[in-house]
């Protein structure tokens, strides 16, 4: 183990932007459905863009078909956070997509939080809607989110594809959710420009889930500095799916420059071949953070969390 690598090992980290349904590695796919070989889920988490990335996820999610199944894929879950010194999540859950199959969120969301209080990891939940699945998918969402806010949910969000659903549909929703003491954290300026990531920041965004967008835009970025409105940043997803054209095109360490607060996340780990602690060592390794600049941004992921009980951040950060 190179000694980056360790120190980033012991680095105390919060995640603040990861999809349970898309941390389903290959062998937990398997563990679910043992007719399936390791070999044919692995061929499946091959993709060559973004469109081929959601058909990917799609086909993954198509496995979930029983509480006891997430109740797994969270197991496995918050035990490789464990491992990587994760001490505190706030994990994705698709709501929508679970509402719009007509599964029982529920029982899932109880499976879901017996499965948390068993493990070391802090857990919170964040209920998502898809942009281009509609309003009112949306606002059914956003009720059932207000309905667990005092039991594990703590923030309300919309993902999928930003021109099909763009964010003024959905104010009235971010509207309620906020009056209910939920935080907002849509994605925006993930697959299109900076124009996405103000329309966000009009929902009332608490943060912005990748947001790079916003390195096109100098105002943008001054605005998220002054404001304090972080970033929650996905290297290895952005390259993967295609949103940026290489590696070395990410904007990390331009928006960090710009002193626009960022937090590293994983977004759909397996899907993107990373970790949490791959994302920190990228960081190091391809854009220069220094082990301070790193500690910073471990930092970041608990100041930027909603209720890590210990603010501002471990006293070894
Ligand atoms: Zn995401």
Redesign the pocket.
Known sequence: MSAMHKFIQALPKAEL?L?LEGSMEPETLVEIDPALSLGEAQRMYRYADFAGFLASYVWAVRKLTEPKHYALIARRLLERLHQQNVLYAEI?LSAGVILWRQQNLAEIYQALREEAAKSPVQVYWVFDSVRQFGVELAQTVAERAVEYAGDGVVAFGI?GDEEKGPAKWFHEVFAFTKRNGLRAVP?AGETVGPQSVWDALDLGADRI?HGIAAAQDEALMRHLRNANIPLEI?ISSNVCTGVVPSLRDHPVRRLYDAGVPIVLNS?DPPMFQTTLNGEYEIAARHFGFTENELRGLAANSFRYAFRYRQYPVPSNL
Do not use: I
């Open positions: 932007h999809h994705t993902g994605h889930g996905c977004d």
